[in-house]
DNA sequence: ATAGCATTGGCATGATATGCCAAACTTTCG
DNA sequence: CGAAAGTTTGGCATATCATGCCAATGCTAT
C-alpha cells in the first residue's frame, strides 16, 4: 500500500531518517513550515506506518558485533512445515538480522551478525546447521566494508 | 575497540534500540535509575560513539522500497583500482544500503533496496552491470521475508 | 579505618511538545 | 465565474522534558 507523500512530506522523512532525535522546532525550521502543521505531518505519518519506529544505531564494531557475514542456506526438502520450523528457528537468535525464503539457487539467505570470524563459526557450527530443516550453508565474508546506510531511498 | 558496559549500559542500549525517542525521564525508570544519572550515561555512550545515531525506521512497503536483494558481483580484476572506483560507483546508488567485498567464490556481496522486481531489473542492467570494474552478477531475490530485525545482539 | 574518587539523586531553569482556535488557501460544485 | 465546504496552516498557552549544578551516597584502595 503506497501512500501519496508530497514533497514535504519526503523532505520530512529524509530528515529522520538522518536524525530521528531532531526536534520539532527545527525539523520544521528544515522543511519551510511552522512547528504545528509539521508536528501534524509527522502524528499523521506515524499513524499511517509509514514512519514505523525510531531507533537508536549503535556501532557493530563497539558492542561485539563487528562482523556480518551473508549465508544462503539449502533446506533438505521445500515443504510449509521446513520453512515454517525454519522461521521460527531463526527468529530465536538474536545474531540472526534478517531472514528471506528466495527461490532459484537456494533457498533462504541470511544476514547475521557476530563479534568476530570465531563467534561466527561458532554459532554456524553450534546452531545454523543443527536447525533440522538445513541441508547444508555456503557463507560470504566480507572483509572490508565499501558502504552502509540506513536510509530508504525516497523516489 | 570494545567498550566496558555494564548491565544498566546494556539495558538502556537495549531500550533505545527498540525505541530511540524514549522520554529520559520514562527510560531512568526503565533501568532503574533517576534522570540524572540516567542522561549521564547515555551521553557518555554518544561521546564514546557506542551509539552512532537516531534514526527512524520507515516501512519499506509503504514508502516504493518493498523488495531486498542481495547480489553478488564478480570483478574482472582484483586490485585496489578496480574496487576503489566500485566503491565509489555503489555509494553514489541510494538503492545500495550495503556492500561489502567478500574473498571467497565471488568478489562482493550487496543488499539492494528497490520497489518491485521490475525496477531491480532496471537497475541491474542500466547501473550495476554498468559498473566497469563488474564482470558478473548473481542475484538471490527473496520470496518473503522471515525476519527482519534493527536489535544489534548485547551479549 | 579513612581518604579519595566515581556515581547518584534532587532541584531550578530554559526549551520543547502538544492541543486548541482562528485565518488562509485549495478544491468542488452550483 | 463565484460561493461554500473542506483542508492545511500559523500562533498561543500549558504541561512536560532536558540539562546543568551541587550535595550526598557508595565504592575502592591503601
Not at 129 to 148: A, G, H
Request: aromatic residues 8%; proline residues 5%; neutral net charge.
Amino acid at each position: 500500500m503506497l501512500a501519496t507523500l508530497d514533497a514535504i512530506d519526503r523532505h520530512i522523512l529524509r530528515v529522520l531518517q538522518r536524525d530521528g532525535r531532531i526536534s520539532n522546532v527545527e525539523l520544521a525550521k528544515e522543511v519551510g513550515l511552522s512547528p504545528s502543521p509539521c508536528l501534524r505531518r509527522i502524528r499523521l505519518l506515524e499513524e499511517a506506518g509509514i514512519i514505523d519506529r525510531y531507533v537508536a544505531v549503535l556501532d557493530p564494531a563497539k558492542v561485539g558485533a563487528g562482523l556480518t557475514v551473508f549465508a544462503r542456506v539449502w533446506f533438505k526438502t521445500q515443504d510449509a512445515e521446513v520453512t515454517l520450523r525454519f522461521g521460527e528457528a531463526v527468529r530465536r537468535f538474536p545474531e540472526v538480522m534478517e531472514c528471506y525464503l528466495t527461490t532459484g539457487e537456494c533457498d533462504a539467505v541470511l544476514r547475521i551478525v557476530t563479534a568476530d570470524l570465531h563467534s561466527y563459526w561458532r554459532f554456524q557450527a553450534d546452531h545454523l546447521t543443527r536447525i533440522p530443516s538445513v541441508l547444508s550453508v555456503k557463507t560470504d565474508v566480507p572483509m572490508e566494508t565499501l558502504k552502509r546506510s540506513y536510509e530508504l531511498p525516497l523516489r
